[in-house]
């Protein structure tokens, strides 16, 4: 096994033993006879250190209690910060033992109280398991639960020249990303990241309160098999603490290990266009939202010259001063400058020729990016690097948020884009960090069957996030007033959200929604369970129930056991 972290590597979990029964048509070996400790354990801590427990009259404590989003603040008993599966569960046993309730953390990017909540006694902190390397015995890299998107990238590019299409935001951590789906600026060429998962490590709790680590894959003869397929789309904290994943895309374990996975375009073409609300009227506002809709669309299907193309366009609230379209191409596809230069004009057509600027004020949650007005060519890592951390929200110690998704499969119609124009152009909320942004989806991503993957939604042609970032407390009450009145007005045809339907596909939950469980914001009669996982929610539960019986893994918006 070879590395790109200085830490020394863990030894690899051998395989689980063999002679379970085969799973059929769902069914699941209960957890306490099924899910075998791997044979070969690794070493319980780093030679020398003894295991690291924080507690609150710690100097490292505040920061170990609070995540991005710092409406959630924890007081827990002790922060574990866990450096190998052993540490790991010791520290859930422990919990178990002393009826202590516990959380998983590795970024931190939570939108939700998931990680950080008054009920919560310990939290498993997995920031300091961030190694990332080649497993040779499986033929596989290995992504450990801390490792962060960027630090991932970096590695497997500069270490073998693959990666993997994950997001972009560079601080985010592996383990809850990768567990709700994974998607990024890769995704419509190659898919989401869990469509080249191979396998997970899992420190889940049996029946009878004993925790031990489990190794999962998609193989089919794997008796943990449906505990893979859980954590590719079920979201963090359900089953268990994950400890790392490996990653091959399907069909090349016989290659070497730079054939393994998606192979980065050499360079990219990266656009920033910015479009002053000046020359906004509300139909052209219309038109700009109708065209970005209308384009994905025609351009949805793996096929399309437009698959290497992924685009966001981010509407900040007017007082920002304008919008950002913000485009990146593989450089290296036939008539790579045509083609972002046609889309461009595509999007922007009903603005005139004169209304695209350089983007000198943030958008999104980008900051001004000037330099990228004329589409520039450059090495892939390089755009990663800079979109990933051109990204004020992610380093901001005091920025509160609320936030809302939608899988969409049909662009909107002009009565919801004039929704979001009457909010976006309020004047009793002028807030710049609040935003409606539309990110393109499609592509590879829908050529995976619904329940190949727990991530359910395969057919949608882009997202929208509905969201706003506010730094003071006593802001709270407008801005999430302001997020619920945009959402809940643009899908008020479906009771206020957007239910799986001809035109919606429900919610990611990688972006959990705090309002998704409550019926005075939720007017749909859809529950939660299937706004996010449609019906692949049944089958979630089963894996719950054989896995985690004890519901030791729970969390405000967690896999419920059966009824």
Request: charge should be neutral.
């Amino acid at each position: 096994m070879t590395s790109m972290n200085r830490r020394s590597v863990l030894a690899s979990t051998a395989a689980v033993i063999a002679g379970a029964t085969a799973l059929e048509a769902g069914a699941l070996a209960p957890a306490a006879a099924a899910a075998e400790t791997s044979p070969v354990q690794p070493p319980a801590a780093l030679p020398g250190t003894a295991p690291i427990v924080v507690t609150p009259d710690d100097p490292r404590y505040a920061d170990l209690v609070v995540g991005n989003n710092t409406r959630w603040v924890g007081r827990p008993d002790s922060v574990r910060v866990v450096r190998s599966t052993a540490e790991v569960v010791r520290a859930v046993q422990e919990a178990v033992d002393g009826k202590k309730r516990l959380s998983v953390k590795s970024g931190g990017h939570c939108y939700c109280d998931f990680v950080f909540n008054p009920d919560v006694r310990v939290v498993i902190d997995t920031s300091a398991l961030n190694t990332v390397s080649y497993d040779a015995q499986r033929k596989a890299f290995a992504v450990e639960a801390g490792a962060t998107l960027l630090h991932m990238y970096e590695s497997l590019f500069k270490g073998w020249g693959v990666t993997i299409p994950g997001g972009m935001c560079y601080s985010v951590g592996a383990g809850g990303h990768f567990s709700g789906g994974g998607y990024g600026m890769l995704s419509r060429k190659h898919g989401l990241s869990i469509d080249h998962l191979y396998a997970v490590e899992v420190v889940t709790v049996d029946a009878s309160g004993k925790a031990k680590a489990v190794v999962a894959t998609r193989e089919k003869n794997d008796p943990h098999r449906e505990l893979w397929w859980a954590h590719t789309g079920g979201g963090g904290g359900n089953f268990g603490v994950v400890t790392r994943y490996w990653f091959r895309t399907p069909g090349t374990e016989n290659r070497p290990p730079a054939e393994q996975l998606v192979k980065p375009p050499k360079e990219v073409l990266v656009s920033a266009v910015g479009l002053p609300w000046s020359s906004l009227s509300k139909d052209k506002f219309t038109a700009m939202v109708r065209a970005f809709g209308d384009w994905h669309q025609k351009n949805a299907s793996a096929d399309s010259p437009y698959a290497n193309l992924c685009s966001f366009l981010m509407m900040n609230h007017k007082s920002n001063g304008s919008i950002g379209l913000l485009t990146q191409i593989d450089a290296t596809v036939p008539d790579a400058e045509r083609l972002i230069a046609d889309y461009l004009k595509e999007i922007t057509a009903a603005l005139g020729t004169d209304a695209a600027r350089p983007m000198t004020e943030s958008a999104g949650e980008h900051g001004p990016m000037p330099q990228l007005f004329t589409p520039q060519r450059l090495p892939w890592l390089t755009a990663a690097k800079l979109l990933g951390t051109s990204n004020p929200t992610l380093t901001s110690p005091v920025l509160r948020g609320h936030h809302k998704s939608a899988y969409l499969r049909k662009g909107f119609t002009d009565a919801q884009i004039g929704s979001m124009y009457r909010h976006l152009t309020r004047t009793d909320h002028e807030n710049a960090a609040s935003m409606v942004v539309l990110l393109s989806f499609g592509g590879k991503i829908n050529t995976v069957p619904s329940d190949a993957t727990a991530s359910a939604q395969r057919d949608s042609i882009f997202k929208g996030l509905f969201q706003s970032f506010w730094p003071d407390k006593a802001d709270d009450a407008e801005n999430i007033a302001w997020t619920r009145d945009v959402y809940s007005e643009v899908f008020a045809g479906t009771g206020g959200y957007p239910v799986p339907g001809a035109q919606t596909d429900g919610c990611y939950i990688n972006y959990p929604d705090a309002d998704i469980a409550d019926p005075a914001q939720n007017r749909s009669g859809v529950p939660w369970q299937t706004l996010y996982y449609k019906g692949n929610y049944p089958r979630l539960q089963r894996v719950k129930a054989a896995y985690d019986p004890l519901n030791v893994f729970r969390h405000s918006q967690s896999i419920g056991l059966p009824q």
